[in-house]
């Protein structure tokens, strides 16, 4: 099986990469976890601070869930303010404030109140959200996007939008939070980098941990401030396990292997890729989406396939030796090269023929 999954994304070098499990290794013989800080820790921050030298200061969590979760109570505290924009169908984990962006069944079990306290805006729609703010502008303590938001499709996010958030956030005090939980792993300063868009706050996760559990946030000093353990009103943040020095020391390694020649050859693959199954694709009338080393077969105009075909490319593929993620998409990690994306593009223009064909949409 081609592991295209990558643990939702996760698993940027795969499994088992050498660096990564003797770094974690040596932690591990160390000592797991100390309820103290420790050099690991210290170090993957320099590491991050260096991938976004507009920001100051780091502060680790368990889970993407939990750094965003840290964040938005950050941008309350520090704003004085409650309500949060978010962007229709954005995932950012599954805190209940977060699941606002879904579905009435994705929003099944969130209070009233939260609901309450967040404004949906669409895609890619800056009058929309221009509108949304000017309308309450003194309520908002925060703007969440994520730059190529999963949960929406793999819909790039338009330039144009990002500069009215970034322009209207600051003209009107809000936090501008980036989730770069997933999109960290397209570019050297993550994906706000290559937008040339500078956040307030920035959310990650994934591919920082080296295959364990881990989140965190990076910031400017004023707003990191507020979590300042030696102030009488530094908010209570921690975790039982959060910055564990194994986490950390695998962490380390794996953001350090992602060096920009590494980045450029995955991305590239990943443009290749799509090009190729685009082409191979068209006759089914399906199109890729995505961007760099993350792609998603999708049938043309859909915002995604339906659950239905989602899960029957699923298994098409499955049987073909390919491991997609449940929304379909296509993760490439470092060790792979030509031949191996030439294979899963075969096998995944199969798949899409098979249950194109079966469904009748091709
Ligand atoms: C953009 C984004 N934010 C937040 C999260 C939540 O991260 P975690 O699964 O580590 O809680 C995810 C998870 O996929 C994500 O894609």
């Known amino acids: 099986l081609i592991d295209c999954s990558n643990n939702f994304t996760a698993l940027v070098h795969g499994h088992a990469e050498p660096h990564i499990v003797a770094a974690a290794e040596k932690a591990m013989r160390a000592g797991t976890c100390f309820s103290l800080p420790n050099r690991y820790e210290l170090e993957h921050a320099q590491e991050l601070l260096k991938r976004f030298p507009a920001l100051d200061q780091v502060r680790y969590t368990n889970s993407g869930t939990e750094a965003v979760m840290t964040a938005i109570r950050i941008a309350r505290a520090y704003t004085g303010r409650e309500r949060c924009i978010m962007v229709r169908d954005s995932y950012h984990g599954t805190a209940d404030i977060a699941l606002t962006t879904g579905d009435r069944w994705v929003r099944r079990g969130i209070p009233e109140g939260v609901l309450q306290d967040v404004a949906i805006v669409e895609l890619n729609d800056a009058a929309g959200l221009r509108d949304t703010i000017e309308r309450d502008a003194g309520s908002y303590a925060a703007l969440i996007l994520d730059l190529l938001p999963s949960g929406a499709g793999l819909v790039p996010v338009q330039s144009a939008f990002v500069q009215t958030a970034r322009d209207l956030a600051t003209r009107y005090g809000i936090v501008l939070i980036l989730d770069e939980v997933i999109s960290f792993r397209l570019g050297l300063h993550g994906l706000s980098g290559e937008y040339k868009v500078n956040a307030d706050l920035i959310t ?91 792609l998603r077969p999708v049938p043309a105009g859909g915002a995604t396939a339906d659950k239905r075909l989602q899960w029957g490319l699923w298994w098409a593929a499955y049987d073909r030796g390919i491991l997609l993620t449940q929304h379909n998409d296509i993760v490439l990690s470092t060790p792979m090269d030509k031949p191996v994306v030439d294979e899963v593009a075969d096998q995944v223009a199969n798949a899409v023929t098979a249950v194109s064909s079966r469904a009748g949409t091709g």
Request: zero cysteines.
């Open 204 to 294: 990650l996760g994934k591919v920082i941990g080296g295959g364990f559990p881990v989140g965190a946030v990076v910031g400017r000093e004023p707003l990191m401030r507020e979590l300042d353990p030696t102030s009488p009103k530094g908010l209570l943040h921690g975790g039982t396990f959060v910055a564990n020095p194994v986490t950390m020391a695998a962490g380390l390694a794996s953001v350090r292997l992602l060096t920009e020649t590494a980045i450029t050859r995955l991305n590239g693959l990943g443009d290749d890729l799509r090009s190729d199954l685009s082409t191979r694709l068209r006759s089914s009338n399906w199109e890729v989406r995505g961007r760099g080393s993350l």
